[in-house]
C-alpha cells in the first residue's frame, strides 16, 4: 500500500515561488506516472502536472512555463516547482498516481497566493 504525503505549501505573494514536495511510500512509486492536483476553493480538484515514470512532462495551459514537476525515484519523491505565482494558483495541491487513484490521496497542502 502506497502512502503519499504532501508538503511545502504556505502564504506567498504574487511573483513568487514555492517548491512543493511528495514522499511516498510503497515501491511502485517509481514504475507509475504521477501527478499534482489542484483544487481550488469551490472548485473541482484537477490535474495540472504530470510526470512519467521515465520522466517526460505535461502541464495543462494555465501553469505551463511557470510550473516544474519532477521525480527523484531513488528518493521516493516527487516535486512541484512553482514560480511566478499568481493568486489563481491558490488552493489545495495534492499527489497522486495518473490517472488518479481514489485511494491514495493524501492531506495536501495549502497554497496561498495573496498579497
Known amino acids: 500500500q502506497v502512502q503519499l504525503v504532501e508538503s511545502g505549501g504556505g502564504l506567498v505573494q504574487p511573483g513568487g515561488s514555492l517548491r512543493l514536495s511528495c514522499a511516498a511510500s510503497g515501491s511502485s512509486f517509481s514504475i507509475n506516472a504521477m501527478g499534482w492536483y489542484r483544487q481550488a476553493p469551490g472548485k473541482q480538484r484537477k490535474l495540472v502536472a504530470v510526470?512519467?515514470?521515465?520522466?517526460?512532462?505535461n502541464y495543462v495551459d494555465s501553469v505551463k512555463g511557470r510550473f516544474t514537476i519532477s521525480r527523484d525515484n531513488a528518493k521516493n519523491t516527487m516535486y512541484l516547482q512553482m514560480n511566478s505565482l499568481k493568486s489563481e494558483d491558490t488552493g489545495v495541491y495534492y499527489c497522486?498516481?495518473?490517472?488518479?487513484?481514489?485511494?491514495?490521496w493524501g492531506q495536501g497542502t495549502q497554497v496561498t497566493v495573496s498579497s
Open positions: 510526470i512519467t515514470s521515465g520522466g517526460s512532462t
Open positions: 497522486n498516481f495518473a490517472p488518479k487513484r481514489g485511494d491514495y
